[in-house]
């Protein structure tokens, strides 16, 4: 009698795919875990003063988002909850605006912890690490139920979470982090679907949408529904899928209200909301921002790698997009995902691989800005006011990962080799990982927002009584292609949300659910009337701002790059870091008007809103529903 093999032995086959998959997500991550490098662009810093002031600074305008937005508010969130505060109000930006109600600022998102308990910095390539777990784990969960074999899981799984759209989405943790979450949503989805007995699965369904939902990024968690939508034709039990996708997204909400409807009153507020319906010359201003049809070699080769004719002429804006428009994916994965077309005669799983063509297809047309996501535009509300098309690039990514594993195991039956799986999966790592160094820039921590002499005296007398005006020339807020040789970097001091980091009272400020009135206010006909960059709508920067209006700001300091002419009525009281700081006096007679002139919801005890008072009451009626729920199921399992 043979004996009987070991629990370790046993155990080993099943955790060889999973131990794959972690190894890969620290070699793909290493960089930031590992070597002091953080993943953030902290070099483009050195172009603005205090920093530098370096007009051949490096300049991407898309990942400069990383530095000016995210950075701050987790930054500003983490401080807080570490207090032990909930950061409902924000005092720093736009002399104080809602904070949590904006869904980016993603509080209430579990995988965010790093940013909570971490140095901020640093917390952002922990977090990626942990997103592309979820994307990792779960596109090989759905590939094993569509019958995939292991290796082509694998092969699948990481196509997928290293592909170009995550790599390059990665430095903004709102968008990346929804993403990650579609190939999980679809799983359990199928799971709750075609189960015998679907409550566990429907239930991990609801909390995989309610984390996708926190995450932050409406324009993706939308994509996921879309995805899908998109899946039910291709069901059995397409009634019951139905039903199913609506009451999970209906519980989804409840689980997120806490977060959803602060969000959905500050909408209404924000200067998006002023745009009114979609129009024609709306929808050519998307078709110029989307992918065009002389961009789709980046599909194949890395857009950095490609010639500089073709890079230029990758948008119908002629300035080449480095995140906006990106699906890349690698040959590897191209070749794999057509050997899925014959595939499609044989007889199991040919829904999903037909789904998996549908779904790459369906994100590559809207990408295009086609019909297709020109329905979407005119017929869908709010989806006018989302960024451009090219972000639907995650289904593609997604249905060329999975279809990619269809085309492995098909050429695996034709060709028998134990080498061929291992060598895919090689060459698709190597691939991914050289787009990953060419698309995400790391830095020194020490290049991150530094203190500097100018941020440490403004820091020690800013006040809500005493604000500050950094002065920024709005008209050279531009890509590098569009400044003038040899300047690569735009010029202006400590930029949008920069005064967040140190807790500077600033005026201006970096939100696309910024206040419309606020921006009423200080853009009037007798100042700038227009306070944002022609390429970038939801900042303030004041360029010709009153004596009137700076008073009614309590706007005491100055700052502008040194050499600039002294501002009137003001004197100087610093010249360092490339800065001068004046101060000016304020006019006793003035009113003064606060961030809180422009919310409702203020009282004696501070910034109480009642749509975060009842986001709480549902939420949490809804996660004990779901608790519920869960247990039930197990008892009625067992």
Not at 18 to 40: D, E, H, I, K, T
Request: one cysteine or more.
């Amino acid at each position: 009698m043979a004996p009987r093999a070991s629990l370790a032995s046993r155990l080993a086959p099943r955790w060889h795919a999973p131990l794959v998959l972690l190894v890969l997500a620290l070699a793909f991550w290493s960089r930031v875990l590992f070597s002091g490098q953080v993943l953030l662009p902290g070099e483009q810093l050195r172009g603005f003063a205090p920093f530098g002031s370096d007009p051949r600074a490096p300049w991407t305008i898309l990942q400069w988002d990383a530095l000016a937005q995210y950075f701050p508010w987790r930054h500003f969130a983490g401080e807080q909850l570490r207090s032990g505060h909930i950061p409902l109000w924000n005092p720093f930006q736009f002399c104080g605006t809602p904070f949590l109600a904006n869904g980016q600022s993603a509080v209430f998102y579990p995988l965010n912890w790093p940013f909570w308990l971490l140095d901020t910095a640093y917390a952002f390539g922990v977090s990626a690490f942990f997103g592309s777990l979820v994307a990792l784990g779960s596109t090989y969960a759905l590939a094993r139920r569509w019958q995939m074999s292991k290796a082509a899981a694998v092969v699948s799984a990481a196509a997928f979470a290293f592909c170009g759209y995550l790599s390059a989405w990665a430095l903004l943790p709102t968008l990346f982090q929804t993403a990650c979450w579609l190939p999980a949503c679809l799983f359990f989805y199928e799971c709750a679907v075609e189960d015998a007995r679907p409550t566990r699965s429907t239930l991990c369904l609801v909390a995989c949408l309610a984390f996708a939902l926190l995450a932050g990024h409406a324009q993706v968690f939308f994509y996921i529904l879309l995805a899908l939508a998109l899946r039910q034709p291709f069901l059995k039990r397409a009634w019951r899928g139905m039903a199913l996708s609506a009451g999970a997204f209906c519980f989804a909400l409840g689980l997120g209200a806490l977060q959803l409807l602060p969000t959905l009153e500050l909408a209404q507020r924000g200067h998006r909301a002023a745009q009114g319906a979609p129009s024609a010359g709306a929808w050519q201003a998307v078709q110029a921002r989307a992918l065009q049809t002389s961009g789709l070699p980046s599909l194949a080769v890395p857009m950095e790698l490609l010639p500089p004719s073709t890079q230029q002429s990758a948008t119908a804006l002629g300035v080449p997009s480095l995140s906006e428009n990106f699906g890349y994916v690698g040959v590897a994965v191209l070749v794999l995902a057509l050997l899925c077309l014959p595939a499609l005669r044989v007889r199991p799983v040919r829904r999903e691989r037909l789904f998996a063509l549908t779904l790459a297809l369906f994100g590559l047309l809207y990408a295009l800005a086609t019909p297709v996501s020109k329905l979407f535009f005119f017929a869908v509300p709010g989806v006018s006011q989302m960024g451009g098309p090219g972000r639907a690039l995650l289904l593609w990514s997604l249905g060329a990962a999975l279809c990619a594993g269809f085309g492995l195991d098909w050429l695996r039956s034709k060709w028998k080799s134990n080498v061929l799986a291992p060598l895919a999966l090689g060459i698709i790592a190597l691939e991914l990982g050289l787009n990953a160094t060419l698309v995400q820039p790391t830095s020194p921590r020490a290049l991150v927002y530094p203190s500097t002499q100018v941020t440490d005296f403004l820091k020690s007398n800013s006040s809500p009584t005493a604000r500050v005006w950094f002065v920024t020339d709005k008209r050279l807020w531009r890509p590098t292609e569009l400044l003038r040789s040899p300047r690569t970097h735009p010029s202006g001091v400590l930029p949008p949300n920069g005064a967040m980091v140190y807790g500077i009272y600033d005026i201006g400020g970096y939100d696309s659910l910024s206040s419309r009135v606020y921006r009423s206010f200080v853009g009037s006909p007798e100042t700038d009337e227009n306070p944002s960059p022609a390429f970038n709508g939801n900042m303030v920067l004041l360029q010709t701002p009153t004596p009137a209006l700076l008073d009614s700001l309590s706007v005491r300091w100055i700052v502008t790059e040194q050499g600039a002419p002294t501002p009137q009525n003001s004197r100087k009281v610093l010249s360092a870091n490339g800065c001068d700081v004046f101060e000016r006096a304020l006019a006793q007679n003035s009113a003064r008007v606060g961030g809180e002139a422009f919310y409702p919801s203020w009282s004696a005890q501070g910034f109480t809103p009642e749509t975060f008072r009842l986001g709480v009451f549902v939420s949490l009626c809804a996660l004990s529903l779901w608790s519920a729920l869960w247990v039930g199921a197990r008892k009625v399992k067992s």
